[in-house]
């Protein structure tokens, strides 16, 4: 029987900065917006490696991320699909809320790029606002990762059932050590590719994963990863999410999360409230600034306006307006660390109401 070669080689001198990126075909869109901005602040004197796993991308989108490209660019696009179905047939990979199988794939880095010595997984709903030198050229300090803590960390004494989930069913030491996936930066020569391939598939028996693969991650590489700033994942979520989030942190996790929301160097668009739907929440207009210098500019605007028109955004506004009504319901009957949850997601739907109203 023939064995399969899934290997993915390097395409330059070890200086590279290799990035890898999973969108689906719909969201080609919204990566293209994150690579433009890669491309409007790279290093004039660095080449980028970049690696697109995915499964199901049209060759017209293809062709139009190709002609974005300037010379110390390099992007390929890899499909995982038989390197799923050869090496993980037995387990089946399901797309959650706002989030598509795709998500899964950063797992396969270490696997799939073991001739590489580090490369960086970023999501695709994201604007990068620096050459990422720094980031690329920080020691690991013998780590196997580098990541950002997951902003919602101080915060999940609001959610017992989050709690619960981290610490009985994915066993992590603390919550303190969840990290968000958003950004992940493998240090691939210190990952030993089978003890981490059976890690893998004994976590995904997990059947309880609340975030998918970055509950994954977070199970794998606890001990594992080194945190750094918040500017290299800025999670734009939580002042909508959390009004009250400065009154809360403290110390200098609250100077560098204030001083990364006045200078990210990567901006997150985390949560299902997107800046191309959303687009007078803080921080969007960055998402704006690149998507006009976009081939699929008009394709967003496009899609926005058709969304807005549809029977999709009744549903969608009547379902944010029954959300409401049952979290407002329940802040009154509630009490302590429950209330609080109802009291600020209330906040947010009303916020999330509000603006859709006045883009129709």
């Known amino acids: 029987m023939e064995v399969k070669d899934y ?40 080449f980028y490696d970049i690696i697109v796993f995915s499964t199901d991308i049209s060759h017209r989108n293809k062709k139009m991320i190709f002609e974005m490209l300037p010379s110390n660019f390099s992007l390929r696009f890899f499909d995982v699909s038989g390197f799923i179905k050869e090496k993980l047939g037995n387990f089946k990979l399901t797309a959650k809320n706002h989030w598509s199988i795709n998500t899964f794939y950063r797992l396969f880095i270490p696997i799939l790029m073991n001739d590489y010595e580090k490369v960086l997984y ?20 013998g780590k196997q990762m580098i990541a950002v803590k997951d902003c919602d960390t101080p915060v999940f004494y609001k959610d017992k059932k989050r709690v619960d989930q981290i610490l009985n069913i994915l066993k992590m030491q603390k919550t303190d050590n969840y990290f ?15 003890k981490y391939m059976d890690k ?20 794998i590489f606890e001990n594992t990863t080194k945190l750094v700033s918040c500017k290299w994942n800025f999670q734009y979520h939580i002042p909508i999410y959390h009004p009250d989030y400065l009154n809360i942190i403290t110390g200098k996790y609250k ?15 985390t949560s299902e409230i997107k800046p191309w739907s959303y687009p007078k929440e803080a921080h ?9 210098k976009s081939p699929f500019y008009e394709e967003i605007l496009f899609d926005n306006l058709v969304a807005k028109s549809s029977l999709k955004y009744f549903w969608q506004r ?43």
Not at 201 to 216: A, E, M, P, R, S
């Open 200 to 219: 893998l598939i004994d976590v995904f028996k997990i059947t309880k994963l609340f975030y998918l693969d970055q509950d994954i991650l977070n199970v």
């Open 318 to 360: 009547n379902k944010i307006s029954l959300n409401l009504l049952k979290c407002e319901w329940f802040s009154k009957i509630t009490t302590d660390s429950r209330r609080l949850h109802y009291e600020e997601k209330s906040i947010r739907l009303r916020r999330m109401l509000k603006e859709l109203q006045t883009l129709k």
């Open 7 to 46: 290997s993915i080689k390097p395409v330059s001198d070890k200086n590279a900065i290799t990035i890898v990126f999973a969108p689906d075909n719909n969201y080609c869109k919204y990566f293209s917006v994150a690579l433009q901005s890669l491309i409007a602040n790279a290093a004039p004197d660095r």
């Open 255 to 269: 100077e560098d999360f204030i001083a990364s929301g006045e200078k990210p160097c990567i901006i997150h668009y």
């Open 284 to 292: 969007a207009e960055y998402f704006w600034k690149y998507a006009r």
């Open 180 to 194: 968000n996936a958003g950004m992940t930066f493998f240090n691939v020569k210190n990952i030993e590719v089978t």
């Open 122 to 141: 970023l999501d695709s709903d994201i604007c990068i606002l620096d050459s990422l030198t720094e980031l690329f050229d920080t020691d690991f300090e």
